[in-house]
C-alpha cells in the first residue's frame, strides 16, 4: 500500500498535477485549504520560505495576509500551474525549483519556513539540516503534516474513509506518530512542540520547530 501511495502521489505531483486542487478539495470535502490557513498564525518574521508549494493555494493567503514569500518545489508541472494561478491573481512571488534535501539559499537567510501536507521528504534528516541551516537564529520551521475528519453527515464519513487511504490523515495514535517525525528535527537542536487547531468538522495538527537564538 506504501509503495501504490508512493506512486499515485508521484503522478498527482506531476503529470497529474493539474488535478491536485480538485484532489485535494475531494478528499477533504471542501476542507483543504482552511487547513493549509492554520500555518498562518505561527509566522515568526518577514522572511518566509515555502517548501513545496504545490499549485499555490498558500502563497495567495500568504499574499493576502501582508506576507511576502519565496516559493520552492521540485515539480516544474506544479510550477507551471502555480506561476499561472499566482499571474492572474497579479501575484508573482519568486520560484525556485529546486528540493528540501539541498536548498539554494545562504545560511541564516530564513525567519520562517513552512510547508502543508509535505510528501515523506519531510521526515528525511537531510531536510532537517537543510531547514536548520537557511533559519536564521530564532526562526521557525511550520509543518501542518495531517487533519481528522470530524464526521458531522455522510458525506463527512465517505471524505474520512477518502482521506485515510491518502495516508496524509492523523494515525491513531497522533503523539507516537509525531514523535517519529519531529525527530530529525529535535537530533537537528530545533525545540519541537505539536499543536492542534479545532475546527467545526476536522482537527488540524501543527508541527513547530524553533530555531533557539534571538532573531536579529
Not at 39 to 66: C, F, K, M, W, Y
Amino acid at each position: 500500500m506504501r509503495t501504490l501511495l508512493r506512486a499515485a502521489f508521484h503522478l498527482l505531483y506531476n503529470p497529474f498535477a493539474f488535478s491536485y486542487d480538485f484532489v485535494s478539495w475531494a478528499v477533504s470535502i471542501g476542507q483543504w485549504r482552511q487547513w493549509q490557513r492554520q500555518s498562518l498564525p505561527h509566522i515568526v518574521g518577514t522572511r518566509l520560505l515555502e517548501l513545496a508549494h504545490g499549485t499555490g493555494n498558500l502563497q495567495i493567503d500568504l499574499a493576502r495576509a501582508g506576507h511576502r514569500s519565496i516559493a520552492l518545489d521540485r515539480s516544474p508541472h506544479m510550477g507551471r500551474i502555480a506561476k499561472h494561478k499566482l499571474a492572474t491573481r497579479h501575484l508573482r512571488p519568486p520560484f525556485v525549483r529546486a528540493g528540501a534535501q539541498a536548498l539554494p539559499f545562504p545560511a541564516g537567510h530564513f525567519t520562517t519556513l513552512l510547508t502543508t501536507f509535505p510528501a515523506d521528504f519531510i521526515a528525511e534528516p537531510a531536510t532537517a539540516r537543510e531547514c536548520w541551516r537557511v533559519l536564521a537564529p530564532g526562526g521557525r520551521l511550520i509543518i501542518v503534516p495531517a487533519a481528522r475528519i470530524v464526521p458531522a453527515h455522510l458525506a463527512d464519513t465517505l471524505a474520512l474513509w477518502l482521506f485515510k487511504l491518502t495516508g496524509q490523515s492523523a494515525p491513531p495514535d497522533p503523539e507516537q506518530w509525531a514523535a517519529r517525525l519531529t525527530r530529525p528535527y529535535h537530533e537537528t537542536g530545533f525545540q519541537t512542540r505539536v499543536a492542534t487547531t479545532t475546527l467545526p468538522r476536522s482537527l488540524v495538527w501543527i508541527i513547530l520547530a524553533d530555531k533557539p537564538g534571538g532573531m536579529e
